[in-house]
T-cell receptor, first 114, second 113 residues
Framework: GENVEQHPSTLSVQEGDSAVIKCTYS??????FPWYKQELGKGPQLIIDIRSNVGEKKDQRIAVTLNKTAKHFSLHITETQPEDSAVYFC?????????????FGKGTKLSVIP | DSGVTQTPKHLITATGQRVTLRCSPRSGDLSVYWYQQSLDQGLQFLIQ???????AKGNILERFSAQQFPDLHSELNLSSLELGDSALYFC????????????FGEGSRLTVL
């Protein structure tokens, strides 16, 4: 099955600095790559996603880049704020048409220090 | 609020027991997914149902089973519980919006003593 590696497992940044989280995937057929944010005591929530026909996508302070050849994708958060502190998960699809599942990375705990 | 409801939020039980976790998906979503989240394993896919039928299986133990009912709610049954089954169990749903986004509930925290 699909394997998704995520690094780093923990990341501390000063408020206002940028944060970058990287993921690699194994299944070349994967075509959808979402990023989820999980706050303490809550379920994961989608913050941005990218499809395989796009190399980069941006939404205000967050952006995702995809390199299909290298099978890796990254999350970039600029001008970090304390409320960005959370666990972030990358994911990639696997499975056959009509029956896709998401395989998640093991998560990155981001701490933004005021 | 994702629109996905999970009960109970917390559950403490003993080894060897059986529990049932319940999930109500977002209105209109036909797909329900179950994930297990433990400290060192991240989010592990267990099983997917689509409109009442099992669609895919992941790393689900034989002691675990699930079903999706005609009203689309789903239940995850965990039996012969072991200490290692202690984890957060998430339900997610998708489909109504036509996209691939999963909407997660807030999870059921199971503690096996």
């Amino acid at each position: 099955g699909e394997n998704v590696e995520q690094h780093p497992s923990t990341l501390s940044v000063q408020e206002g600095d940028s944060a970058v989280i990287k993921c690699t995937y194994s299944d070349s057929a994967s075509n959808y790559f979402p990023w989820y944010k999980q706050e303490l005591g809550k379920g994961p929530q989608l913050i941005i996603d990218i499809r395989s026909n796009v190399g980069e996508k941006k939404d205000q302070r967050i952006a995702v880049t995809l390199n299909k050849t290298a099978k890796h994708f990254s999350l970039h958060i600029t001008e970090t704020q304390p409320e960005d502190s959370a666990v972030y998960f990358c994911a990639a699809t696997f499975g056959r048409a009509g029956s896709y599942q998401l395989t998640f990375g093991k998560g990155t705990k981001l701490s933004v220090i005021p | 609020d994702s629109g996905v409801t999970q009960t109970p939020k917390h559950l403490i039980t003993a080894t060897g027991q059986r529990v049932t976790l319940r999930c109500s998906p977002r209105s209109g979503d036909l797909s329900v997914y179950w994930y297990q989240q433990s400290l060192d394993q991240g989010l592990q896919f267990l099983i997917q149902y689509y409109n009442g039928e099992e669609r895919a299986k992941g790393n689900i133990l034989e002691r675990f089973s699930a079903q999706q009912f005609p009203d689309l709610h789903s239940e995850l049954n965990l039996s012969s519980l072991e200490l290692g089954d202690s984890a957060l169990y998430f339900c997610a749903s998708s489909g109504a919006s036509g996209g691939m986004e999963l909407f997660f509930g807030e999870g059921s925290r199971l503690t096996v003593l």
